[in-house]
């Protein structure tokens, strides 16, 4: 028997200067908590447009959470 677990939807973030986002998780193993990439769409009128794609290894959610937040700062900050 598989157990589905269940994972965190997207977040939005609204950066200091006013540009909205949305941070999105890249998913790999089906039982794992913890995503194994972060994509950044900003908000352009009614169309998301990618602002880039990072893989990586983290241990937790929150972990690549707080990790697209501070991509998020950068790459709206530009």
């Known amino acids: ?8 939807y997207p977040v939005d973030y609204i950066h200091p200067n006013g540009e909205q986002a949305k941070i999105d998780f890249i998913w790999g193993d089906p039982k794992s908590m913890a995503p194994i990439g972060i994509t950044i769409w900003l908000k352009a009128g009614n ?10 290894e983290w241990r937790t959610f929150g972990e690549a959470l707080r990790h697209g937040i501070d991509l998020a700062f950068t790459w709206l900050g530009r």
């Open 1 to 8: 028997m598989h157990l589905v677990v269940e994972r965190p």
């Open 47 to 56: 169309d998301r447009v990618k602002l880039g794609e990072e893989m990586g």
